[in-house]
């Protein structure tokens, strides 16, 4: 009979241990996925590529192909093309 009773507690210990090993698994997998927007950003094409899917900070931007600078309008096509090189990006 005592050998049933330590049976049956060393079972539940163990599923309780098993249980808490994959309740802290999936804790760890949520923080890791959420921990992802707050990494520093390596290169200027990862932050143009961030900037651009919209993970950071969740910025929506529209495509407005109409400039005006000095009351004149330009197209995309009149806009001169900067190096990627030479931007910076401030936050």
């Known amino acids: 009979m005592l ?3 330590i049976l049956s507690i060393v079972l539940a210990v163990s599923i309780c241990i ?3 090993f994959f309740a802290t698994a ?3 997998k949520m923080q890791r996925s959420r921990d992802v927007s707050n990494q520093p950003l390596n290169s200027p094409d990862e932050q143009l590529s961030r900037l ?3 993970v950071a900070g969740g910025m929506v931007s529209e495509n407005n192909p109409n400039y ?3 009351g004149n309008t330009f197209s ?3 806009l001169k093309t900067i190096p990627r090189e030479t931007i910076t990006l401030l936050q």
């Open 3 to 5: 050998v049933i009773i």
């Open 26 to 28: 999936k804790y760890r």
């Open 18 to 20: 098993v249980c808490i």
């Open 76 to 78: 995309e096509r009149d």
């Open 68 to 70: 005006e600078f000095g």
């Open 52 to 54: 651009r899917s919209g």
